[in-house]
């Protein structure tokens, strides 16, 4: 027989990597949270994780193990809660791509926490978020959707451009369009995660355009207060605003994204169940359309 509090250490140390990480998170030190690893092991006589002196990783044995001790746990929670009665949503668990503009969220977490549900937000990349939706450690993940995967459940609910990001001081501020070749002498800003930032710099290489860059970062919020205080202007998504930021068009570049949910395995119940965070992302995301 596995005990819960076996799984839950299993899960520790699927989520946080390190074993030590894992006994902080349970409240266990690291001799004891070890020693409850290698009695699941020894229970389902299969090694779970191959040790490093860096993160650990699964073994293909874990793998296959760590869907079902997703499952187990979550039914452990399920049921606790009908036992109790509680009028309050199970945990849910949010990543959250760095690039999706934080008042698109903001909403929707006020909401939520008004009403006394508990929420887990991660942050990551799109790769980053797909590795821990594959592995259980988020539930849904508000990401990019319509690339060509069908490996997770896709809710797509809103598709916008790229557009310009400039002072609300700048000589071109008052333009609805911009050519490159207008800005060509302009300082600018990278955007580290952008996921169209080959696209960007070939629309600029191709009109003979080499500008110097003034800053790097992978913090939109960042890049907008630099905006606006002046430092340059970069290309990001068209919901992106700031109230000394303005976002002209850029002449012919024409590339669109697609943001929306992507569940896990363990979690696809929530596109037809209500839950007052998803409900809120999905009314405030409407709001741009397509």
Request: hydrophobic residues 45%; positive net charge.
């Amino acid at each position: 027989m596995i005990d819960r509090y076996l799984l839950r250490y299993f899960l520790a140390v699927v989520d946080h990597g390190t074993f030590s990480r894992a006994a902080a998170h349970c409240n266990v030190s690291q001799p004891t949270l070890s020693v409850g690893i290698a009695k699941l092991e020894r229970l389902l006589a299969a090694p779970l994780f191959v040790r490093s002196n860096q993160r650990v990783r699964l073994t293909d044995a874990g793998t296959r193990f760590l869907v079902h001790a997703r499952r187990i746990e979550s039914e452990f929670m399920a049921a606790a809660q009908a036992v109790v009665g509680s009028d309050r949503m199970p945990l849910l668990r949010i990543g959250w791509l760095g690039s999706v503009a934080s008042h698109l969220l903001a909403p929707a977490v006020r909401t939520t926490a008004q009403a006394g549900h508990p929420i887990e937000m991660v942050e990551g990349s799109e790769r980053e978020l797909l590795g821990f939706l594959a592995r259980g450690r988020i539930d849904v993940a508000l990401s990019l959707v319509e690339r060509g995967g069908d490996r997770f459940l896709e809710e797509p609910l809103m598709r916008e451009g790229y557009a310009l990001a400039l002072p609300a001081t700048h000589r071109l501020a008052a333009q609805d369009v911009i050519a490159a070749e207008d800005i060509g002498g302009e300082v600018m800003i990278v955007r580290r995660h952008c996921e169209v930032l080959s696209e960007t710099s070939r629309h600029f290489t191709e009109r003979g355009i080499r500008p110097h860059f003034a800053f790097r970062s992978t913090q939109d919020d960042r890049v907008l207060a630099m905006i606006g205080a002046g430092l340059g202007l970069t290309v990001m998504p068209q919901s992106h605003v700031a109230p000394d930021v303005v976002r002209p068009a850029l002449a012919g570049f024409a590339v669109r994204r697609a943001v929306g949910l992507l569940y896990g395995a363990q979690a696809e119940r929530w596109r037809d169940d209500p839950h007052p965070f998803l409900d809120a992302v999905r009314a405030n995301l409407s709001i741009f359309g397509n």
